[in-house]
């Protein structure tokens, strides 16, 4: 699962998302982004919707939280599409803001609404554990849409963190040190959050949320060194059943 | 000290070696797991200020020893050491699924992640006659 912003404008969003696959973030400078960003101003002129909306993503690829907050509520402010939620979603979790992602997914996320399908993979790597299972449990009771597939893993992590008492918002306080790092970084957390559950009473229970990066071994540790102040700057509370940590991509 | 933790780390990496099968795998990471752990302990003893914190077990207490050093130590020594607690942690679960979590796959894949968690550990938790070595930063040295 990649955490992908999807457009309808799809020569566009292909040019946007190369841009997100080189996993830093984009110099507003650079000749590429200024004719991107032309591009999307050009849709805007158009369909002020979908333009908004890609100047949404483009705003995202620059490590733009509040300018591209902005643009995505232009769109949504003209047309409530579920995909645009989805991109301002994606955006927020790209560029490390999980606890302010799980606040607009409490939001956004309720069945009635329409977008829990659109929004759900994005949700498993971004911390929202227990709402996403309530949320499923709600849409099913409702019979508003046929039944999401949850894997395995995710929900050993759901049961193992009901288990020991953690919260969603305790879970997302964490992921939010990892976007401080990678931000100081100008990296993209990527999408491919693998979350590790241990469920054997008497010998370990917990959770573990890893983010693959690039780099040596050692370039890597002094990442998690990071990590480790930027919890402690953020007066992040321990529990021995959760943590978050980075790991050399493969 | 009849068997140092090195050796044992050498002991999973012969393991690793060889391994071709689902309990091959399962075997290394527990000797990946124990060396770290020994590892671990020989680095938490040689902090110049101690954070005794209980745990359910020995296991337990050492991860949250390191999970939680004391204030008194620098800066940089308290995330370095926060740091290896995630790294250990992460190698304890993986030992727990090793042997004791037999219905669910644990595949290759795994082994040698757990084993690269090893030898890193390993790389930055060394001490020298009681005292920890100082490690440069490898950004700081770029």
């Known amino acids: 699962m990649k955490l992908v912003p999807q457009t309808r404008s799809s020569e566009l969003t292909d040019k946007l998302n190369s841009v997100l696959h080189r996993a830093i973030f984009a110099d507003r400078n650079s000749f590429e982004m200024r004719a991107l960003k032309r591009e999307c101003e050009q849709v805007r002129d158009v369909d002020p919707a979908v333009g908004w909306g890609l100047l949404g993503s483009y705003n995202g690829l620059l490590g733009d939280i509040e300018e591209a907050a902005r643009c995505y509520k232009a769109s949504l402010a003209l047309a409530n599409n579920p995909i645009v939620h989805l991109n301002y979603y994606a955006a927020m979790g790209n560029l490390g803001y999980f606890s302010m992602a799980h606040d607009y997914f409490l939001e956004v996320s309720k069945p009635e609404l329409g977008n829990l399908s659109s929004l759900i993979s994005n949700a498993e790597s971004m911390g929202s554990f227990q709402t996403i299972v309530q949320r499923v449990e709600q849409a099913e009771a409702m019979n508003l849409q046929p039944k999401l597939q949850l894997n395995g893993s995710f929900l050993k992590a759901v049961r193992v963190l009901r288990k020991v008492d953690l919260s969603d918002e305790f879970v997302v306080r964490h992921l939010d040190a990892v976007g401080d790092v990678l931000r100081e970084a100008k990296m993209f957390a990527d999408g491919d959050m693998e979350v590790d559950a241990c469920d054997i009473d008497g010998v370990f229970v917990g959770v573990t949320c890893i983010f693959r990066v690039d780099g040596t071994a050692l370039e890597v540790f002094e990442l998690n060194q990071q990590l480790a102040k930027a919890e402690r700057v953020r007066s992040i509370e321990k529990h021995l059943a959760f943590d978050v940590m980075f790991k050399p991509a493969a | ?142």
């Open chain 2, 1 to 142: 000290m009849t068997c140092a933790p090195l050796s044992l780390l050498d002991a999973a990496k012969k393991i690793q070696g060889c391994a071709v099968v689902e309990s091959d795998f399962r075997a290394a990471v527990n000797r990946a797991y124990y060396a770290s752990y020994h590892r671990c302990r020989t680095y938490y003893a040689a902090l110049p200020y101690l954070s005794v914190l209980k745990g359910n077990g020995v296991h337990e207490q050492l991860i949250n020893n390191l999970k939680f050093p004391s204030g008194k130590l620098s800066d940089n020594c308290q995330e370095r050491t926060e740091a290896l607690a995630k790294y250990l942690r992460d190698l304890c679960m993986a030992r727990a699924l090793a042997d004791y979590d037999l219905d669910e796959e644990f595949d290759l894949k795994k082994m040698q992640d757990s084993l690269l968690t090893a030898e890193l550990i390993f790389e930055v938790s060394s001490t020298t006659k009681g005292k920890i070595d100082d490690v440069a930063s490898p950004l700081a040295q770029a």
